[in-house]
C-alpha cells in the first residue's frame, strides 16, 4: 500500500509514492518499506530510536514535530501514538464486522470471554482479545497482554477477520486506552463493569484513571454505539458518571443489573452448582440457571449479555446461552478437591475489591471456615497493600500472606505492608509452602481461596536485566499440594 493512500484515509497530509510493508514501535522489528513510531515512554524515548529505524529501512517515521527524522519522511503530530494507531488502521485490513470493547477495573477479562462464549453458541465465528491472549473460534489461546501494542492489535484483527472471524470482543485497560493501543477501528458497543483502586502506580489519582477508562466513551468507540453500563444495587458514583460520559457523546445507553434499565436483575438465589437469576427484559421475566458462583461473576455475565444483544443477537439465543457458560480461566475456578474433601478454588483477584468480591462469591458455600491466601505484586501500587489485607481479614475465617510477583522489590516489605492490613494473618513466604499449609489445614467443609496470579504461569522475581520468570501456576501448584497431602497421609 502506499503512503500517501494511507495517509489520506487516516486524514494526514503527505503523497509520497512509497510503498508500505509493514509497521512496527520496536526499531529491532523494521525491514525496508516499514513505518515507525517513535514515542517518548516513561522508561523509553523511542526518539533515541529514530536513527537506527531508519537504518534498518523505514520510509516514514511518526513522531512529533520537534524530533529529528533525517533520511525518511516525518510524519509530525503532538500526539504521534494516535496519529500511529490512525496510520496503522488503514493498513491492516480487513478487520471483523462486530467488535466490541469492555473496560472497568475487574471483570474484564470474564466479559470479553463470556460475550465470546455467547456468540460462539449463537453460530457466530467469534474471538477474544485480552489478558488470556487471543481466544480463537477453535478455542485455541495464544498467550498476551491485557492490551498488546496497536500493531500486535490491529494485526490479530485482521489476521482473525482472514480466518473468517466476525466477532470480536477486547479488553480495554487504562494503560491501552490512554497510550492509544486500541484505536482506529469501528467498535459497536463498550462494556463498563466497575471502578475502585487500582494502577495508581501509574496513573497520578483515581480522576486521572477514570478518564483513561473514558476515552473508550468519549472517542474510541463509533457514532451511535451502544454503551453496556452495569448498575448494581450498591454501585459507586462512578459508574453513573460513565452513563453521563455515553450520554454526552450521543450513544445508545444500555444499563445492566439491579438498577438496570434495560436488563434488570430482579433475584438472584445460591444454588449447589451456581445461582439462579430472575431477569426481565424488553417486559418479559426469565429465570436462568448461571452455572458460576459468585455475584461478581452475575455481572460479567449480564453485561456480556448486553454486548450480544447490542450486536444483533436474538434475546432467545442470548439467554439460553448465559445459562451454559463455562468458567474462565483463573476466575474463581476449581482447582482441585483436597484429601479431605475441601474444594480448592484458584481467582486472579488482585485489588481488595477484587478480592472482597472473590471471597463474597464463596462465602454462602463454605459450611466452615474460608482459608485465603494471597500476596501483592512489587512495583505496583503500594497503597492498595493494606486494604488488601483488611478485605481478606474482614471476610476470611484464616489469612495466610504470602509472595505474588514481587519483581524488583523485597518479598519481607511487600508482606509487611500487606499485613499492617490483617495483623492477625499468617505469613508464608513460599507461595508453594502457603498454598500447601492452607489445604494441609482445610477441613471437609472448609474452602481455600488461593488470589492474585489466576491464569498466570509464572513468579516474576527481579527487574529490568535482572528479571527472571518462574514456572509457577496456581492451579498446577495445588493440585501438586494435594497429591502430595494425599500421598503422605497413605
Not at 9 to 19: H, L, Q, S, T, V
Not at 75 to 88: E, G, K, S, V, W
Not at 110 to 125: N, P
Amino acid at each position: 500500500m502506499k503512503l500517501a493512500k494511507l495517509c489520506a484515509a487516516a486524514g494526514y497530509p503527505g503523497n509520497a509514492d512509497i510503498n508500505v510493508t509493514g509497521f512496527a514501535i520496536d526499531n529491532r522489528k523494521v525491514a525496508p518499506g516499514t513505518v515507525f513510531g517513535a514515542f517518548q515512554g516513561s522508561q523509553v524515548n523511542g526518539e533515541d530510536f529514530i536513527d537506527a529505524a531508519i537504518e534498518s529501512g523505514a520510509v516514514a517515521v511518526v513522531a512529533r514535530p520537534g524530533a529529528k527524522v533525517e533520511g525518511a519522511i516525518h510524519i509530525a503530530d503532538d500526539t504521534p501514538r494516535r496519529a500511529f494507531a490512525a496510520l496503522a488502521a488503514q493498513y491492516f485490513t480487513p478487520v471483523p464486522d462486530h467488535i466490541v470493547a469492555v473496560t472497568g477495573t475487574n471483570g474484564k477479562t470474564s466479559t470479553v470471554e463470556m460475550t465470546r462464549q455467547i456468540w460462539r453458541m449463537a453460530g457466530e465465528r467469534a474471538a477474544s482479545i485480552g489478558t488470556l491472549g487471543v481466544t480463537t473460534p477453535d478455542e485455541s489461546v495464544s498467550t498476551g497482554l491485557t492490551t498488546p501494542d496497536i500493531v500486535t492489535f490491529l494485526s490479530n484483527l485482521s489476521g482473525l477477520a482472514r480466518e473468517g472471524v466476525t466477532h470480536v470482543a477486547y479488553e480495554a485497560s487504562s494503560h491501552g486506552l490512554s497510550q492509544y493501543r486500541n484505536e482506529g477501528v469501528a467498535v459497536e458497543a463498550a462494556g463498563f463493569t466497575n471502578f475502585s483502586r487500582d494502577h495508581l502506580d501509574y496513573h497520578a489519582d483515581m480522576e486521572e484513571y477514570f478518564a483513561a477508562k473514558m476515552r473508550l466513551f468519549d472517542e474510541v468507540v463509533s457514532d451511535g454505539a451502544t454503551a453496556v453500563v452495569w448498575m448494581g444495587s450498591g454501585e459507586s458514583g462512578w459508574n453513573a458518571r460513565v452513563v453521563e460520559h455515553a450520554s454526552k457523546r450521543g450513544l445508545t445507553i444500555m444499563t445492566v443489573g439491579e438498577q438496570g434499565e434495560a436488563i434488570r436483575l430482579t433475584k438472584r438465589e445460591p444454588t449447589q452448582l451456581g445461582q439462579s437469576l430472575t431477569v426481565e427484559h424488553e417486559g418479559k421475566n426469565r429465570t436462568i440457571n448461571l452455572p458460576l458462583i459468585g455475584a461478581y461473576q452475575v455481572s460479567n455475565a449480564l453485561t456480556a449479555a448486553g454486548l450480544a444483544l447490542a450486536t444483533g443477537i436474538d434475546a432467545g439465543l442470548v439467554w439460553d446461552a448465559v445459562a451454559r457458560l463455562q468458567p474462565v480461566r483463573g476466575r474463581l475456578e476449581r482447582a482441585v478437591i483436597a484429601p479431605s474433601g475441601a474444594p480448592v478454588y484458584v481467582d486472579y483477584a488482585h485489588t481488595p475489591d477484587a478480592l472482597e468480591a472473590a471471597i463474597a462469591a464463596l462465602r454462602p458455600h463454605v459450611d466452615g471456615r474460608l482459608i485465603t491466601v494471597f500476596g501483592a505484586g512489587g512495583d505496583r501500587d503500594h497503597g492498595k497493600r493494606a486494604p488488601m489485607g483488611e478485605a481478606a481479614a474482614k471476610a476470611s475465617d484464616v489469612v495466610i500472606v504470602t509472595d505474588d510477583n514481587p519483581r524488583g522489590e523485597d518479598p519481607a516489605e511487600i508482606r509487611r505492608q500487606v499485613l499492617a492490613g490483617a495483623p492477625r494473618a499468617r505469613e508464608v513466604g513460599g507461595r508453594r509452602e502457603a498454598i500447601l499449609a492452607a489445604i494441609a489445614e482445610a477441613g471437609a467443609d472448609d474452602i481455600v481461596l488461593v488470589a492474585g496470579k489466576g491464569h498466570e504461569t509464572g513468579q516474576i522475581i527481579g527487574s529490568g536485566e535482572n528479571m527472571r520468570v518462574l514456572p509457577f501456576d496456581d492451579v498446577d501448584v495445588a493440585r501438586e499440594c494435594a497429591a502430595e497431602i494425599a500421598r503422605g497421609a497413605a
